[in-house]
């Protein structure tokens, strides 16, 4: 039997036209021309709002980083609390910043949001979610996110020096990147637990990350998956991408190379 979250709840403001979409970003000090990009994109862009819909940073090992004198996270917190005086901001956690507490979310200017939440916009019902919860298949890694969403595991973690804390990160980078080189397949969304979860939504339109499959999937009638593009402006070709929700209805806008580095 499939199990069914209990969902957060957001209604769009009536003054809202355009909200954009966009996840897996996996910033880092390391890929700076994709920092760059996703700074001008929230300078630029024309959305009411912007949704943060999980793995923003590669990392984040806590919220205590961003004090840290010339750190990464004080660096893109001052960015992120730039673009919330000009547009609400709303973060959902990711698999990899999961982390990220009240002292992020206050210090951005930042609304946080329940992973699945269902938007009303113009009328219409749209749940977000990270989308790593659809991934039922990939069962090592659904036993280690109930470690890892848990209070006392976090605590436990966060007790240790933040210097510790960045190495066991690296370290635990290292390892996903070399099961990336060799291969591995990785659990793509279920269908039944997408199609029960908009059923109980009373939802459409599902709309999440996690996956870096970025494609329009019908389930059935009237019932549709569409995934987010992951972020690489150093790819050849670049991957710079929102999915923008209007009046008019949801569509993909490609950045590159308008945000590209140059």
Request: aromatic share 8%; glycine share 8%.
């Amino acid at each position: 039997m499939t199990t069914v979250p209990p969902f957060g709840e957001l209604t769009a403001p009536p003054h809202w036209r355009t909200v954009d979409f966009i996840s897996d970003l996996h910033l880092q000090a390391s890929e700076p021309a994709t920092v760059a990009a996703w700074q001008q994109y929230l300078q630029t862009t024309p959305a009411d709002a912007v949704f943060l819909l999980g793995d923003i940073f590669e990392v984040w090992v806590g919220d205590d980083a961003i004090h840290e004198p010339g750190s990464f996270e004080a660096q893109a917190c001052g960015v992120l609390k730039a673009a919330a005086q000009q547009r609400p901001l709303y973060f959902m956690h990711g698999n990899r910043d999961f982390l990220a507490g009240d002292g992020f979310l206050h210090h951005g200017g930042i609304t946080g949001l329940q992973d699945p939440t269902v938007l009303t916009f113009a009328g219409q019902r749209y749940l977000l979610t990270h989308g790593d919860l659809l991934c039922v298949d990939d069962v090592d890694y659904q036993r280690f996110r109930v470690q890892a969403r848990n209070a006392a595991w976090q605590q436990q973690f966060l007790a240790q020096p933040l210097h510790t804390r960045r190495l066991q990160a690296r370290g635990i980078r290292q390892e996903s990147e070399a099961r990336k080189q060799s291969g591995a397949t990785y659990a793509d969304a279920d269908t039944a637990t997408a199609l029960a979860w908009l059923q109980a939504a009373g939802a459409q339109t599902l709309i999440h990350g996690h996956t870096h499959k970025p494609a329009n999937h019908t389930l059935a009638a009237g019932l549709q998956r569409v995934v987010l593009s992951d972020w690489d402006a150093a790819a050849l070709p670049p991957r710079l991408e929102t999915l923008r929700l209007s009046t008019a209805g949801l569509e993909r806008v490609a950045l590159a190379p308008m945000y590209q580095a140059s």
